[in-house]
């Protein structure tokens, strides 16, 4: 009898590798992260329609009131509701610090893509410009542009978006020489694949997960930029519930004990961050894995 | 590969010279062509058309921007990093005073950071998988995206408003010395610290937990060596060169760091030189900040390639492996 | 006395994502002192574990389960930190399988070897004075120059050494070898063998060998231990356990080792069907069952016990059923052996040569390499690492253009340079298996986007695409369940089964075979080496086939080619190449292998002491380490090409005066 018969019927069934998804749900740093972070989202989209009092309500009778049964968090300078406010707040920096990752990541992926697979000057150009950018600090460069241009929304998401692209550049462009280095590649060449497949079809694929892992860390990256930016006083203007504005208008009045006037944005902004990187951590481990 | 320690340093210094170039054309695009009509920007909407054409042509901002940007670097190659708009002054001694302020308050925090967080990563690496560990992981990776003004507002409450023990304001008082004002920097210093320090400790001790499962740890144990030397000679000595590395590109977080910093304690650093020339559009003062920043980002980076390449033991010969 | 090392029902776990696996169950054997004992295993099994946990040094998420381990009487587990630093200051000593992972890059040499010496009380000074003795003492010539060496200035071989003389700076009572010679050339390896063997008779230490490599631990080993998913399954005398094994799992593995000598057309090799477990995978019965050709409902169900055969121990229920089962069962068909018509060659290689530009240095990695390949033809192509092997193959495949004045002729017609320049044709005609199926699989597609892309590009459509897929997949074994799954699903030997499928895809006329087992288990290694002569058979595909194992090349080929440094140092019949004369260095390769019948001496070669090559040769490149040069003339001239009956050799030694297989009395 031969056994190569035998060998076509038996193969054991492989231990089947839990999903990365599956993974993912297990952690406990992703379901905390999600957790917040799905907190302060329906925060940004709902809010305002539901907190207790008009955010931009003001009540001179009643500022600088400490946190009581009627407001919750106290009041600020002008007497508005903090809690209405922390609430609320979480709009303008959920709007401006997505959209920017979004754009950073996507100029970003297609630089890194092609000075991936390119090669060349391209790549050599986009490696110094790179190296500028990571030694440039990013606050800074968004002084001088936002004086240059005039601040908005629009120029933060814009700034935000092109100071971030060459760090993903950098990232995806790491991941793509690794793929390249496999022998997939090569095979797939020899069978005749055009470039654009090759690029398309057979290294995307294995660099969304970078790719997405990337733009998490930025999206950290992006709130701290967005709320650093707004308490300098190059973000919304008054008289937005913003987190960083609210913190820079009242932080005058916290030598007198006004704890809470600046206290609870704080710990908005904070538990938003932490959020996002947990999540980023999160999906780094689970790909990693 | 082939290069010596020597033709590798020069190619580093001539990236970082490529780099600061590229970095002033950054400055000077943001600071000199984009504003726009630089007189007009200065003497305000309701000047009259020629004297705004005048001081266009005092400034020299009529010109090629070819040419303006040669002057521009000419100039600073002089030392004359250019006039004030604000203080109708030479723009060097405030940038070179606030530089020196600057260090020092970033000095201060290096010193806290550097043995905390290093510390820090070893002790969690040692200590893996206990509490110990998984609370320095998960404040390291915390920590450092907590934006600067949050933890400063934090700090400010907690040692300057409740517990009153140091001052919250860090404004140098003339005639002091770094000891004389150290009990100010040392509340501004902490949020830096806080910043630097989860990617400084979560770095030491993925290179402290690498070098303590390589075999050659093993071999050291097999050895029969103690504790002590096995972690002193083989792990801390290979786990810890990266960390030089790691520790100079933070430089650049730093110095975000020190403008949010600076203007919460009121400090006269070069963070809050820049902040107050961004709101006042101080346009030379604010190019030359944003320069020197970067230009000194760039020399920390290359010292640390320089010192690490100089730790580095026996270049390897031939081809490699 | 008490025994070297006495290891009693010793059980291991790793915690994984919270979940305890067990590596190791049950595992009892002993070392007397003095005497040395083999592990053999595939990956997985757990033998490295098994080392690491005699001597208390498992990582961080690894826990003993169960069992004692006592060395020389002392238990490892149960001593404080101070008596269990003085057993390993004393009489315990490891060498890890990665010499340059075992050695700490940024002490020198001197530091790390008198550091062994410093422990015992030596004074520094002593302590490297003792251990330039001790470097000597393992046959390293320029002791002083290593002492002020970093590990990474020295060879693979000579790291190796080092290692083994910190080991046994203490004159351990026990050393343990965790594969100490995997990843080092066959030449380098054969060397290293012979040392460790004459150490052992020097210093009457007690060696645990781990290998992977059954004919390693029969040259070294006087007991053998077999693991197979973390049991013993057996254990025994080596003579009589590898002569007469009582396992179903021993047999197997030494059945499906293409034995020295063994041609594929005297009949397929023997396999093992299916794969080792996952590390860790909690079993019912016997470990084995799923693959066992013995296996019944009871072995399934029933984990069996330990069987005392007199001096020899093995872990199945049907112990005295594997006798019967060694003699005369292994039948299959053979190959029919291929006919060499004098037809026209497939490919001809003229003159290729490949320099690289490393910095300012150029680097030859081929030098003026020419053969033929006829129709259905198997080329072996054989040489250790730097021969310029892979930079062959990449060349003829077209990823790398050669130095000019090098042309490959297809069917008589020359190819361009580049694939990227090549006809669809020319471009489908040659393919590549190559070793690693991880880098060649790309993991973001299923089985059926890997093989039916090829089949597309290919030209082929619709209902007959879909019935040559499954054509392909039956030929290469493999299941129609496969067709969805992606790489990371499938176990080392199906993906380069699906690698394989992939390369016949395109009806090839050449296929290349990049080292295309080496990367896997033994156990598996039979099945594809089948695999591949089978397809070669009903495809008349030619064949070259690379490899470093030169019985698997003596399987498998018709002719065989020996490079050396990108030098074509002898290429010919299968049986001339292997039955002599012989180059030197084919003579060393052949010697280093243990071909059957070698009587005489062994022929080594010596390692030299840095890895790197020397430039400015302007005559035979194997000058340095031939044991039979002669003076100035291998040093200065380049060798003659000098061919007989289609086998041609390049040395100055005139061909009578070259070395023979002993005959095979």
């Given amino acids: 009898m031969s056994r190569e018969v035998i060998a076509a019927g038996v193969v054991p069934e492989e231990a089947p590798q839990p999903s990365r998804w599956r993974l993912l749900r297990r952690s406990g740093g992703f379901r905390a992260g999600a957790a917040i972070v799905g907190f302060w989202a329906l925060a940004a989209l709902f809010g305002p329609m539901l907190v207790p009092w008009n955010p931009f309500a003001t009540d001179p009778l009643h500022a600088l009131a400490p946190p009581s049964a009627a407001h919750w968090f106290g009041t600020d300078q002008l007497g508005r509701d903090i809690f209405s406010r922390v609430i609320a707040g979480s709009r303008d920096i959920l709007t401006i610090a997505p959209l920017a990752t979004l754009l950073g990541t996507i100029v970003g992926s297609a630089l890194g893509l092609a000075g991936g697979t390119l090669g060349g000057a391209f790549d050599f150009v986009l490696g110094r410009i790179i190296e500028v950018l990571v030694s440039l600090p990013l606050i800074v460069v968004a002084l001088l542009a936002l004086v240059a241009f005039g601040a908005s929304p629009a120029t933060t998401i814009v700034l935000i978006g092109l100071v971030f692209a060459p760090l993903v550049a950098r990232t995806v462009r790491a991941a793509v020489l690794g793929e390249i280095a496999l022998d997939y590649v090569a095979a797939a060449e020899l069978c005749g694949e055009s470039r654009l497949a090759i690029m398309f079809v057979e290294i995307l694929p294995n660099v969304l997960g970078p790719v997405l892992v990337e733009a998490t860390v930025r999206l950290g990256y992006a709130v701290f930029a967005v709320a650093s930016l707004s308490f300098l006083g190059f973000g919304p203007g008054p008289p937005s519930p913003d987190w960083g504005l609210a913190i820079a208008e009242n932080y005058g009045v916290i030598a007198g004990g006004y704890w809470w006037t600046v206290s609870f944005d704080a710990a908005a902004t904070a538990s938003l961050v932490v959020g996002v990187n947990l999540l980023a951590e999160a999906l780094h481990q689970a790909l990693a894995s | ?321 | 006395m008490s025994a070297a090392l006495a290891i009693e029902n010793l059980s291991v776990a790793y915690r994984a994502r919270g979940e305890e696996r067990e590596v190791l169950r049950g595992v009892s054997f002993a070392v007397p002192a003095g005497g040395a004992y083999g592990l053999v295993g595939e990956s997985g099994s757990g033998k490295s574990t098994l080392a690491l946990a005699a001597l208390r040094l498992l990582p961080g998420a690894g826990r003993l389960t169960g069992g004692r381990v006592r060395i020389d009487g002392r238990e490892p587990y149960v001593l404080d930190a101070g008596g269990l630093r003085r057993l390993r200051a004393h009489d315990v000593s490891m060498v890890f399988q990665n010499p340059a992972r075992a050695l700490n890059p940024s002490l020198t040499i001197g530091r790390q070897v008198a550091e062994a010496y410093e422990v015992l009380g030596w004074r520094r000074a002593e302590a490297e004075e003792r251990a330039v003795a001790m470097l000597e003492r393992v046959r390293i010539a320029a002791a002083a120059r290593v002492m002020a060496s970093y590990p990474r200035q020295l060879s693979g071989g000579m790291q190796q050494r080092v290692l083994l003389a910190m080991a046994l700076a203490k004159d351990p009572l026990l050393l343990v070898l965790d594969e100490p010679t995997t990843g080092l050339d066959a030449t380098v390896e054969a060397e290293l063998i012979d040392l460790i063997a004459a150490l052992r008779g020097e210093l009457g230490t007690a060696h645990v060998l781990i290998s992977h490599n059954l004919g390693v631990v029969a040259r070294l080993c006087r007991r053998v231990g077999v693991l197979y998913a973390g049991r013993l399954v057996e254990e025994g005398p080596a003579a009589a356990l590898l002569a007469d094994p009582r396992h179903p799992y021993t047999l197997g593995l030494l059945q499906s080792l293409p034995s020295p000598g063994r041609r594929k057309d005297q009949g397929r090799l023997a396999t093992i069907p299916g794969f080792p477990p996952p590390p860790g995978r909690p079993t019912e019965g016997c470990v084995f069952a799923a693959r066992c050709v013995l296996a019944d409902q009871r072995c399934r169900t029933e984990p069996p016990a330990a069987v005392d055969l007199g001096g020899r121990v093995s872990l199945c229920h049907y112990v005295e059923r594997i006798p019967p089962l060694a003699h005369g069962t292994i039948r299959g068909v053979a190959f029919a052996p291929v006919g060499r018509a004098p037809t026209p060659a497939v490919i001809e290689a003229v003159r290729l040569s490949k320099t690289y530009r490393v910095g300012r240095r150029a680097v030859r990695a081929l030098s003026d390499v020419s053969f033929t390949l006829g129709p259905g033809e198997t080329l072996g192509l054989v040489g250790e690492s730097g021969s310029g092997k892979t930079t062959l193959a990449r060349l003829l495949l077209g990823l790398v253009a050669p130095d000019i004045g090098g042309e490959i002729r297809l069917d008589g017609v020359p190819l361009a340079a580049l694939a990227a320049n090549r006809g669809a044709a020319e471009r489908k005609a040659l393919r590549i298996v190559l070793q690693d199926p991880d880098s060649a699989l790309n993991r973001a597609h299923t089985v059926r986007h890997l093989i039916g892309r090829v089949l597309r590009l290919a030209g082929l459509q619709g209902a007959a695409r879909k019935r040559r897929l499954a054509e392909l997949l039956a030929a290469v074994r493999l299941e129609p369940r496969h067709l969805a799954e992606r790489p990371r699903q499938l176990s080392g030997g199906l993906k380069q089964r699906v690698a394989i499928a992939r390369a016949f895809a395109g009806e090839p006329r050449v296929v290349i075979c990049d080292e295309p087992t080496s990367a896997l288990d033994l156990s598996v290694q039979a099945a594809i080496l089948n695999l591949l002569a089978d397809l070669q058979r009903d495809h008349g595909t030619s064949t070259i086939f690379i490899s470093h194992d030169l019985s698997v090349v003596r399987f498998l080929a018709d002719r065989i080619a020996v490079l050396y440094r990108g030098c074509l140092m002898e290429i010919g019949p299968a049986e001339q190449v292997f039955a002599g004369p012989h180059h030197p260095y084919t003579e060393a390769l052949l010697s280093a292998a243990g071909m059957p019948g070698e009587r005489r001496a062994p022929v080594r070669v010596a390692s030299t002491l840095q890895g790197t090559r020397e430039d400015g040769v302007t005559g035979c490149v194997f000058h340095a380490r031939c044991p039979r040069r002669l003076g100035s003339l291998c040093k200065t001239v380049a060798p003659p090409v000098v061919e007989a009956d289609g086998h041609a050799i390049r040395c100055h030694i005139p061909r009578g005066e070259l070395g023979l297989a002993a005959s095979p009395d």
């Fill in chain 2, 1 to 321: 590969m082939q290069d010596g320690p020597a033709a590798w340093l020069a190619r580093r210094i001539s990236f970082g010279l490529l780099t600061l170039f590229l970095l002033s054309v950054v400055v000077f695009a943001g600071g000199q062509l984009l504003p726009g009509d630089v007189g007009r920007a200065i003497l305000g909407p309701l000047a009259d058309p020629r004297a705004v054409a005048a001081l266009d042509r005092q400034l020299g901002a009529d010109r090629p921007a070819v040419m303006q940007y040669l002057d521009w670097v000419l100039g600073i190659l002089h030392g004359n990093l250019g006039q004030s708009l604000e203080f109708r002054a030479p723009v060097s001694p405030f940038i070179l005073g606030a530089l020196a302020h600057s260090l020092r308050l970033a000095a201060v925090a290096l010193v806290m950071v550097v043995p905390l967080s290093i510390g820090a990563g070893v002790l969690a690496a040692l200590r893996r998988g206990t509490l110990i560990d998984r609370v320095i992981s998960l404040a390291g990776l915390s920590l450092t995206v907590i934006p600067e003004f949050v933890t400063s507002i934090l700090v400010i409450l907690l040692f300057g408003v409740w517990l009153r023990w140091l001052p919250i304001s860090a404004t140098w008082r003339a005639g002091t010395g770094l000891l004389g004002q150290l009990d100010h920097l040392i509340l501004p210093a902490i949020p830096l610290v806080v910043v630097l320090f989860g990617y400084i400790a979560r770095m030491a001790r993925a290179g402290t937990v690498e070098a303590l499962e390589a075999d050659y740890t093993r071999t050291a144990i097999l050895k029969g060596l103690s504790g002590a030397v096995v972690i002193r000679r083989h792990v801390l000595r290979n786990a810890l060169l990266p960390t030089i590395t790691v520790i100079a590109a933070q430089t650049s977080y730093l110095v975000g760091g020190l403008v949010v910093v600076e203007s919460l304690f009121r400090y006269q650093g070069i963070g809050s030189l820049i902040l107050a020339a961004a709101h006042a559009r101080d346009f030379p003062m604010l190019e030359a900040g944003v320069l020197s920043v970067g230009a000194m980002t760039i020399a920390v980076t290359l010292l640390a390639d320089a010192l690490t390449a100089f730790l580095t033991p026996a270049p390897v010969p031939g081809e490699g492996g």
